[in-house]
């Protein structure tokens, strides 16, 4: 009789399951009066069995600024959830919340048919636009000296350039055509032949220029790509890429 009792205190004693699978989450008042905990908690309960509640003490935390990771936002206020360690259950609420379930649950979450939060960030490229601060005139007059020879430059040399050799109107029309003049040197075919002061080592005396080489100096570098930055793009008939 009494070895039965110790086992029934013992049972009784030992934490049972759910509440070990319970975490709390700390919420700012105006998450917890929308409701939206209600909505998004349960769901995520259904999905792993792990209880979630709203709770001031709990392990984990929305806040209305980082650190944490962004998480949802309503009228400019956006909120982050911050977890106190990387143990699997919040790691694993974490990133519930932020896959494309957990998003579209946040955002289904519309008591007066508006959804009141936001799952979704814009994300704002930011891509400055280079400048080229060469002198344009002097870099025409380059390009058509010493690119011209194979090159279509402008009208300038519209019947001169090579047919297998792209114009710079038509280099001019790649995303990355800054990049490509910058490199110019090291790219087909140009190593072979060309020099650019200061920068390129000397030709191998065993494997000279097949042809006059082309050499000039950064600075003329940068007068050609200031040229080719005002050179109008061809027109190749395919959609234009708009950002
Ligand atoms: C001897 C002929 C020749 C000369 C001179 C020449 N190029 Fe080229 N260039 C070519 C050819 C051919 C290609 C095409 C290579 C290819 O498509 O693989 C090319 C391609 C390019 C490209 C595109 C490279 C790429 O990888 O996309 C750039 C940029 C370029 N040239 C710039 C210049 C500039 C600037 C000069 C003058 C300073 C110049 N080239 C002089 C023959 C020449």
């Known amino acids: 009789m009494r070895a039965l009792f110790l086992c029934l205190t ?3 004693n030992a934490s049972p399951v759910t509440a070990q699978e319970t975490l709390g989450l700390a919420a700012p008042p105006a998450v ?5 905990l209600q909505h998004i908690l349960p769901r995520f309960s259904l999905k792993t069995s792990v209880r979630v509640v709203a709770d ?3 392990a984990m935390s929305l806040n209305a600024s980082g650190p944490g990771t962004p998480v949802f936002h309503r009228d400019g206020v956006t909120y982050f959830l911050r977890i106190t360690d990387s143990a699997p259950r919040q790691q694993r609420f974490h990133d519930w919340l932020t896959s494309e379930i957990g998003k579209n649950t946040v955002d289904s979450f519309a008591p007066d048919g508006e959804p009141l939060f936001s799952a979704r960030f814009e994300t704002i490229e930011v891509r400055a636009e280079p400048t080229f601060e060469g002198d344009a005139a002097r870099g025409a007059q380059l390009s058509l000296i010493h690119c011209g020879r194979c ?10 350039g090579l047919d297998s050799t792209p114009s710079f109107a038509v280099l001019r029309g790649f995303a990355d055509w800054d990049t490509r003049f910058q490199e110019f040197f090291v790219r087909k075919p140009h190593a072979v032949f060309t020099q650019i002061q200061d ?5 191998d005396p065993e494997r000279p220029s097949p042809i006059v080489p082309v050499r000039i100096t950064l600075q003329d570098l940068d007068a050609i790509l200031a040229f080719v930055a005002e050179t109008e793009a061809a027109d190749l008939g395919a959609p234009l890429q708009t950002q």
Request: glycine share 12%; net charge neutral.
């Open 10 to 12: 013992l049972v009784l």
């Open 32 to 36: 917890v009066e929308s409701g939206l």
């Open 56 to 58: 001031d003490a709990g």
């Open 151 to 160: 090159h279509v430059v402008g009208p300038q040399n519209r019947m001169k």
């Open 199 to 203: 920068v390129t080592p000397p030709f």
